[in-house]
Every structure is written in C-alpha cells, then in structure tokens.
C-alpha cells in the first residue's frame, strides 16, 4: 500500500540559525541542525545535552521523589526484621526486568546480613487466566502465605481496592508505577513520576526505571549503613534499564536518553548470566548491542514466555545465578518465541481471510474465537502500520472475550472502546494510541464492532487514511556522504520519540538494479542525480517492487542513511525505505 510522505517541519528560522552554527562548530554538517530542532531541542545547552548524554547532568537524583524515603525505610525494616517481600511484576518485559531488578537488589542486601534463607520471592499473574494487574485473590494468597510487604513493579496505581485489601489483612504496600491513575489513589506509599505534586523533575521513566531509583536508593543507604556491596552495584543494573527503556516505548529523550545510552555500555558488557544467554539465544553480538537489537532481539523473546505461558520463565533468566541455568531457560525461551512466531504467522493468515470484509471501514476489526488473547495486540499493530487505520483484534480464553486496539495519536482508541463497549465492556485500559478490553457473550463481538464502525465514521477523516512516514529533511545526493552518516550517529540511542532519521532525496535516475540474497528478496541499486552523482542503494524486501525501480526511471526516493563497514573500507550507505514517481512534495533541500 502506498503511504503519505509527511513533509519536515520548517523550525524557526532564529533558532535554526543558531543550531546550524553551533554544529558546524562541532564539525557537524548543516542538517543536524534541523533533526535537533525537529527533536524538541530549543537551545544550545539543549542541543549540547541530546548529543553528549552526561550522568552528571542528566540523571537525577532518587531522593527527589517524595516518597521515596518512606518507601526505602519501610524496605530496611522489613529486610532487618526478616519479614517476607514479595515484588508482585507485569507479565511484560518493563514488569519483568523491574521486578529483577528490585529483587537482584534484595537479595544482594539479604546476603550482606547474612540470612540464611531469603525472604524476598516474586509474583506474576498469568496473563490469559488472571489478567493485568493486582487481583483480590492474589491479596488473599499472599497473605496466607505469610506475606508483610508487597513492591508492585508496573502496576498497582489503580488498585485501590486491592491495596486497601491487603492493608486490612496487615500488609503493607509500596508501588512503583507510571502508568494512569484515577480520581482516588491507593492507601500506599507512592513512587510515581506523575503523581499531583510530584517533585521528581523527569516524567517519562518506564516502571524499570522507577524500580531502579528505587533500587539506587535503597543501594545507598545500604552503603551508609556500613553494608560492603559491590561497588557501583546500582549501575551494573543498567543493563535490565535499557531493555525496557526501548520496549515500553517510553521516549528516549532527557533522562532517558542518559539511561539508555550507559545501559547499553553494561549490556555489551554485562556480567548477568541470563542475559549473556538471551543475547546469544537472539544471535546478537555481544558487544555490539544497540536499542534495534532490544527492540527486535531481546525485547520480543522476554515477552514471549508472558504471551505463550508464563512470564516467571523469563524473570528466573533475568535472576539466574549460573550459566547453565541460564542457558537451560534460554533454550526454553527460545521455543517459546518460535511457537509465538508460528502461531501469530497462522492468526496473521486467518486474518487476511477477513480483510476484504472490513478493508473499506474507517476502524479495521478482526476476531477468532481461536486465537490467543496475548497476541491479538500484535495483530492489531501489523494492520494499523499496514493501513493507517486504527484497528482492534479480539481473542478468546474460556468464557471471556479478550481484545487490543492501536492506533495514531489522531484517534484515541482508548476512548472509541470505551464508548462503543458501554454496559457491556467490562475491562478496558489503556492511553490514546493503544488498549485492552474483555467482555463476555459472542453475541457482544459483533455489537461492539457495529458500534465502533459508527463512532469512527463519526470521529475520523476517513478519506485521509492511510499508512505515513514522518520525513525528518530533505537532502541532496551531494551531502550523502561517511561524514553525515558518521553524526548521525552521535543521535543513538534511536527509539520512540528519537527515531532513525529518514531523508527524501528527489529527482534520482535509475542506473542499475538487480536482485540480491540467496532468496531474491532484495534489491540493489545505483542511482544518480542530475549532475551525474552516483550512490549506491539496498532496498530490503524491495524485490517485489523491482518493476518501480527499472532503468531509467525517474524517482524520488525516503532512505535511512548509515555506514557500511566492509574489508577495511567504510562508505555511506542509503537503505530504501520508500520509492514513487519523481513528483509531489516541493522541499529545498538542505545546503551545506
């Protein structure tokens, strides 16, 4: 399907001035200066900051929460007392990374005091049979078993009514969160960026890095303590940080952006066993780890032990103490996320069959009573990249209808379920671009698709649909060279709110172009411009669009701009994202 190039933005002509002379300064070229601008950076400190991420500078410290004194002196007392934690996670990988990282935390403490058996344990829910969040027969369970403190880690904001429970049953309750939150918050000490009145000065932290304030906290009143931890033991946390800092889609500026970039330099060198497995597992290089390979190697498979059994699989890898352990539950891990592959390739197939159907509504609805609730997500992301609609996608396990809507920013999805579903719903969470809801008869399938087709029509420029790309400037093939591809580096870590920069070029001439790889899939070009300038172009996946790419052609193209590193030698490399007719958008490319 064709998508909508989205032209740049045009920053402001003052600021752009001065961004440019301060990355020239840098012995940068020009068009730095526009994606800085493009990125929210406002001024040179700003800019100075994003391109050189500093500890010093940009990690703030844990203390600045307001609770977060009472939250580690109620943890003190409970590890000097040997009272039983329990750190109740999500079943997601910011769920499961947090809650090692409060638990590695722990029990390091435990062993420091010599405890001869540990009091601190985990708890998952199944996310089929019990469903996000903190359940009142979890609170029950837990109390029976003995528990005095429950740390939720990615949840238990809006339990409200499961925290006061647990508070009559004699626990206490300590929640490290940011998600939404209600009216009426719960009977808990509160570690939370968004809070009313929060003091603590960044607001996009994943629930791993609210856990890792925490967890730094607690490591340095440990130390005041006179306890002999490991020095920098907060910091070889890093690494879990930086894997949900990139699946949580939690945007990678400001402190983040900090978090992001040193967690990555204790992940290629990471000492955690499991961690050494899931990265061989994934066929990542150690060493060589960047956020693509989180989101498209780490990321998928920690989520896979959540969505195809249990995520307990994937926390007891991220605490494992030997290799062989880790790399038994790796091994486990491994054939999870191929049966999770395998199977969401058959829902993908099923789906298409219900394409022809719903492909003219303004809202895209799929549904099987065979598919498995923890994955329908995943459906409903492929269409919404593949059409630009917002789109739900229903499961089913046991008596209960399970379903997840995507969509854009224009469109809360959120908000169209929770009216579409009114007296029938019973669940349904979520923000602006993504949702989850559960409701019961089969019969109600087809209403709530009914009436979320009418609140879209009402709600939706149905004509302006379709799939888009944000170009982030536009160049000449002149500027394509090892000395912009070498700065854009210096903007990794490359993830949500900072993606990989795309470029337009226009009015190129197809050279040559032929296929490449064992299958043919890929296609390899070189293109010149009007004044005879020829670069070389890999079109991944682009082998079934090879009739658009024939000689002569006359195209305008939107590619992502990298190095290639081969036999010595490093060159630009242009990777087509997107091709069509030399036409449309009227730009002036950037100069320098």
């Known amino acids: 399907m064709k998508k909508r190039w989205n032209p740049p933005q045009e920053p402001d002509g003052e600021l752009l001035e001065r961004l440019t002379d301060f990355v020239v300064s840098q012995g940068m070229p020009p068009v730095l200066a526009y994606l800085l601008a493009n990125r929210g950076i406002s001024n040179i400190e700003e800019a100075q900051h994003f391109l050189e991420p500093s500890w010093d500078n940009g990690v703030h410290k844990p203390w600045l929460f307001r609770q977060m004194k009472p939250a580690v002196e109620r943890v003190f007392s409970a590890l000097e007392n040997q009272e039983k934690i329990v750190v109740h996670g999500d079943y997601d990988a910011d769920g ?12 390091e403490i435990e062993k420091q005091s010599s405890v001869p058996v540990s009091n601190v344990s985990s708890y998952i829910p199944h996310r089929d049979k019990e469903g996000y969040g903190l359940h009142e027969g979890t609170v029950r369970a837990l109390a029976e078993q003995g528990a005095d403190l429950i740390i939720t880690v990615d949840c238990g904001i809006a339990s409200v009514d499961e925290i006061a429970l647990a508070r009559s049953l004699g626990m206490d309750v300590i929640v490290l969160d940011h998600h939404q939150f209600g009216e009426t918050l719960p009977d808990a000490i509160l570690v939370h960026p968004k809070l009313e009145g929060e003091e603590y000065p960044f607001k996009h932290l994943a629930a791993v890095g609210v856990a890792w304030k925490f967890a730094s906290a607690v490591y340095e009143t440990a130390v005041e303590k006179g306890m002999a931890l490991p020095e920098g033991f907060d910091k070889w946390l890093l690494d879990l940080v930086a894997i949900a800092t990139v699946t949580d889609m939690v945007p990678l500026l400001g402190e983040n952006r900090v978090l992001e970039k040193y967690g ?13 497995a899931l990265i061989r597992a994934a066929g990542q290089t150690p060493g060589e780890l960047d956020a693509q390979s989180i989101a498209f190697g780490l990321g998928p498979r920690i989520n896979a032990a ?12 991220m605490l494992a103490e030997t290799d062989e352990a880790a790399a038994e539950l790796a091994g486990r891990l491994e054939e999870q996320n191929r049966d999770r592959q395998r199977l969401m390739q058959t829902m993908l197939v099923e789906a298409e069959t219900q394409l022809s159907a719903v492909e003219q509504a303004p809202l895209l609805s799929f549904w099987s009573e065979t598919w498995q609730p923890a994955l329908v997500g995943l459906v409903a992301g492929k269409y919404l990249d593949r059409t630009g609609k917002p789109t739900i996608a229903i499961g089913r396990h046991g008596d209960r209808w399970v379903g997840s809507g995507r969509s854009y920013a224009f469109f809360d999805i959120t908000e169209a379920v929770r009216r579409a579903g009114e007296g029938f719903v019973t669940h349904v969470g979520g923000h602006v671009q993504a949702c989850g809801f559960s409701f019961g008869a089969e019969s109600q399938v087809e209403t709530l698709i009914h009436k979320l087709d009418v609140y879209a029509r009402e709600n939706l420029d149905i004509d302006g649909l379709m799939p888009f790309m944000n170009i982030d400037a536009e160049v000449d093939l002149g500027q394509v060279d090892v000395g912009l591809a070498d700065a854009l580096r210096r903007l990794q870590p490359f993830g949500e709110g900072n993606r990989k920069p795309l470029f337009m070029i226009r009015d190129l001439e197809v050279a040559s172009c032929d296929l490449v790889g064992q299958t043919h899939k890929h296609v390899r070009c070189m293109l010149r ?25 006359k195209l305008d193209v939107v590619v992502e701009i990298d190095i290639n590193e081969w036999n010595g030698r490093r060159e630009a490399q242009c990777k087509l994202v997107d091709v069509r007719d030399a036409e449309g958008i009227k730009q002036t490319a950037v100069t320098g």
């Open 96 to 107: 499961v990374t947090g809650s090692a990282v409060v638990i590695t935390t722990l029990r």
């Open 264 to 276: 990555l330099m204790v992940m290629n060198k990471t000492r955690r066993p499991g961690l050494r």
């Open 306 to 317: 959540g969505r195809m059994d249990h995520a307990s699989l994937a926390l007891d890898l």
């Open 529 to 553: 411009d009007a004044a005879g300038r020829r670069a070389k172009f890999m079109g991944f996946n682009f082998g079934q669009r090879l009739e658009e790419l024939s000689f002569g052609q």
